[in-house]
Structure formats: C-alpha cells, structure tokens
C-alpha cells in the first residue's frame, strides 16, 4: 500500500485548497482515514478524519472550514481547506489504518500567505 499526498501549495489568507491523497491497492477497506498535519515549531495534530461508515471529526480551529471525504472509485482520500489562515501553514500528511496496521504517504506542504 503507498499513499501519495498532492495538493498543497502557496495560497493567500482567505483562499482553498484541495489536497488529494492516491492509495494504491483500493481505498474500501480502511477502518479510518485522516490527515495529520506539524506546522513550524508546532507538535502533529490530527486535524480530520473519516471512519469507514463514513462519520467525520475535525480539530476545532478548522471546523466549518476543512472537509474530509473520499472517492472509492478513484481510490482518493481528499482534504477541502477554504477560509484558509496563516495558522493553517504545515506539512500535510495522509494516513490510513486497517486493522492494527498504518500507513502514512509523504508530506504535502501548504502555505498560507500574504
């Protein structure tokens, strides 16, 4: 199984993006799903993530900005981040976890700025 984060980039306060992770191997059989990302200085966070009957949880400071969701036909976990903001510059990783086992695809990172 390989992940393979895409998406990120340079983007001023207020914009979106969308970040796309590829799974190679299909995408149906995750228990859970989600995107971690470590700002400058900061410690990870889970910022979202999305069980396999599809419920949702969001860290608070991106609540009603940052969706999750996932396309099975395309074997793609996406993360939708609008309303963007300076603290919202990081690294973003996807994961995925079935059963016991984990998998992290490579960093994608995203900058807010003016």
């Known amino acids: 199984v390989q992940l393979q984060a895409s998406g990120g980039g340079l983007v001023q306060p207020g914009g979106s993006l969308r970040l796309s992770c590829a799974v190679s191997?299909?995408?149906?059989?995750?228990?859970?799903m989600g995107w971690y990302r470590r700002g400058p200085g900061k410690q990870r966070e889970l910022v979202a993530a999305?069980?396999?009957?599809?419920?949702?949880r969001y860290i608070d400071s991106v609540k009603g900005r940052f969706a999750i969701s996932r396309d099975n036909a395309k074997n793609t976990l996406y993360l939708q981040m609008n309303s963007l903001e300076p603290e919202d510059t990081a690294v973003y990783y996807c994961?995925?976890?079935?059963?016991?086992?984990?998998?992290w695809g490579q960093g994608t990172q995203v900058t807010v700025s003016s």
């Open positions: 999305l069980n396999s009957v599809g419920s949702t």
């Open positions: 191997g299909g995408i149906f059989n995750f228990n859970i």
């Open positions: 994961t995925a976890a079935r059963g016991s086992q984990g998998y």
